[in-house]
C-alpha cells in the first residue's frame, strides 16, 4: 500500500511569492495534518483537516492556509513568503479511529526561500 | 499548557553501547498519547511507539525499550547495543486532542562504530 505522498520533493521560491504544496493521504485515512520543522527544530502543527473541515490551527499567520478536497488529499498554500518560512513542510495521514490515533508522516517538501 | 521536553540536546556513544533517550511532557488533559519517532537524515518521521495515558506498562521490541511513568511525566526510551543504522534525530510527542501533535526539540544521537 502507498504511504502519504507529497509533492514537490523540492522548492525554491523568492520572498513575496506564494506557494502551493500537496498531499495526499494513505487510502482510507480522513484526516490530513500539517508541520512545519526549521531546520535542528521538532515540527510545529500548522493544521489539521477532517472530512474537508478544518479542525485545528497552530499559531500561524494568516499567510497559511490549508484545503481538503473530496478524495482527501490536502494543499498548503502559503503566500507572501518570508525567509523564515525555509523550511521542510510536513504532511500526515490517520484514519481518526480514536482508538488508533497513529499519524503517518511523508516524506516532506524541502522549501527553501531565498 | 502542552509542553514536550527533551533536555539532551545531542548524544554520542560508541557502537553496542545502551543509551537512554529523555522526554519529559505536560499536559493537564487526563486522556493523552505519547509517541517516539525516528528522523534518519532522510528526513521521513518513522513511527516507533505509541503509548497511551492509561497504559503504563512498559514496552520492549527488539533493541528498544520504553518507561512510561505517569509520576514523573516522563516517557524514556532505551536502544539496547546500538547500532550506526541507530543515528538519527529522535522526538518525543504528544497528542491530545484533534490529532494535534506537539514535538519535543529532538535529540540528535550518533552513533559511531
Known amino acids: 500500500d502507498a504511504g502519504v505522498t507529497q509533492s514537490p520533493t523540492h522548492l525554491i521560491k523568492t520572498r513575496g511569492q506564494q506557494v502551493t504544496l500537496r498531499c495526499s493521504p494513505i487510502?482510507?485515512?480522513?484526516?490530513v495534518s500539517w508541520y512545519q520543522q526549521v531546520l535542528g527544530q521538532g515540527p510545529q502543527f500548522i493544521f489539521q483537516?477532517?472530512?474537508?473541515?478544518?479542525?485545528g490551527r497552530g499559531n500561524f499567520p494568516d499567510r497559511f492556509s490549508a484545503r481538503q478536497f473530496p478524495n482527501y488529499s490536502s494543499e498548503l498554500n502559503v503566500n507572501a513568503l518570508l525567509l523564515g518560512d525555509s523550511a521542510l513542510y510536513l504532511c500526515?495521514?490517520?484514519?481518526?479511529?480514536?482508538?488508533?490515533?497513529?499519524?503517518?508522516f511523508g516524506p516532506g517538501t524541502r522549501l527553501t526561500v531565498l | 499548557a502542552q509542553k514536550v521536553t527533551q533536555a539532551q540536546t545531542e548524544i554520542s556513544v560508541v557502537e553496542k553501547e545502551d543509551v537512554t533517550l529523555d522526554c519529559v511532557y505536560e499536559?493537564?488533559?487526563?486522556?493523552?498519547?505519547l509517541f517516539w519517532y525516528k528522523q534518519p537524515p532522510s528526513g521521513e518521521l518513522v513511527f516507533l511507539i505509541r503509548r497511551n495515558s492509561f497504559d503504563e506498562q512498559n514496552e520492549i521490541s527488539g533493541r528498544y525499550s520504553w518507561n512510561f511513568q505517569k509520576s514523573t511525566s516522563s516517557f524514556n526510551f532505551t536502544i539496547t547495543a546500538s547500532q550506526v543504522v541507530d543515528s538519527a534525530v529522535y522526538f518525543c510527542?504528544?497528542?491530545?486532542?484533534?490529532?494535534?501533535?506537539?514535538f519535543g526539540p529532538g535529540t540528535s544521537l550518533s552513533v559511531i562504530p
Open positions: 499536559t493537564r488533559d487526563t486522556t493523552y498519547y
Open positions: 487510502s482510507g485515512h480522513k484526516s
Open positions: 510527542a504528544l497528542k491530545t486532542s484533534y490529532d494535534k501533535v506537539i
Open positions: 500526515a495521514s490517520s484514519s481518526r479511529d480514536y482508538s488508533y490515533n497513529e499519524q503517518f
Open positions: 483537516y477532517y472530512e474537508k473541515e478544518e479542525r
